[in-house]
């Protein structure tokens, strides 16, 4: 269903009094502001303030979840990565690399290194993150040198001629190689991760965890 930002408040409305819509799947530019539709939400999308699904409680209200994170990680552990104990080098702090953040800290990760071209966004989500007291969380250059992962949330393999956010010379046959872009196939950066004898998972296989990890929410699995 396609609704315009401006009109997304007449459209939870309309589906708070229909009774056969039991939850929504959000997407961009509504993932902010449907937040402030959740009477309740999981502690992720509290710290967020951000939302990509939403089912109905028992009186009627919505709650909320940011599951992208999850859906990432999940895509990496069947690729064959091993998150729990790891350090990982995570390129992008916006909205899929905070959410991804989070993710990699629940899956206990021991040392989480945050680059983005933005210092101040970069400094916010470390500070975020820190606030859970797991591991440790710091900001770093674009270096993977002594990591175990190496996890792409920017943009950066979306258009043609786009630099890769980790120069392929630092990757090593030790390190997985994780990427957010989905519908590109193997990105450029993949590309590189593959040649240099990395294990991958591309944006695709993430776009498919997602899926499971959305139904067993409207199920009230999780």
């Given amino acids: 269903m396609q609704v315009a930002e401006a009109d997304l408040e007449v459209a939870m409305r309309a589906f708070a009094h229909t009774s056969n819509v039991d939850g929504l799947l959000v997407t961009m530019p509504h993932k902010f502001t449907a937040f402030a539709y959740c009477a309740t939400s999981s502690e992720t999308a509290k710290m967020l303030g951000v939302v990509s699904v939403i089912r109905r409680n028992p009186d009627g209200t919505w709650h ?4 992208d994170g999850y859906a990432f990680v ?3 552990k069947d690729a064959g990565a091993k998150p729990e104990g790891a350090r990982v080098l995570l390129l992008g702090a916006g909205g899929a690399g905070s959410a991804i953040a989070i993710a990699l800290i629940d899956a206990g990760v021991r040392e989480l290194i945050i680059h983005d071209t933005s210092e101040e966004r970069t400094n916010k989500l470390v500070e975020l ?7 440790r969380v710091l900001a770093g250059p674009a270096d993977p040198t002594g990591c175990d992962m190496v996890c792409n949330a920017t943009p950066m393999g979306m258009a043609d001629g786009d630099p890769l956010p980790v120069a392929s010379h630092l990757l090593s046959s030790s390190m997985f190689v ?4 989905a519908g590109h196939g ?20 993430m776009v498919e965890a997602v899926q499971d990890i959305m139904l067993d929410f409207m199920l009230h699995k999780n």
Avoid: Y
């Fill in 178 to 181: 994780g990427d957010v872009i």
């Fill in 64 to 67: 909320g979840d940011m599951l």
């Fill in 129 to 135: 993150v820190s606030k859970l007291g797991r591991g």
């Fill in 186 to 205: 193997v990105t450029p950066f993949l590309a590189a991760a593959q040649a240099a004898g990395c294990k991958t998972a591309d944006g695709d296989q």
């Fill in 74 to 76: 999940k895509a990496q």
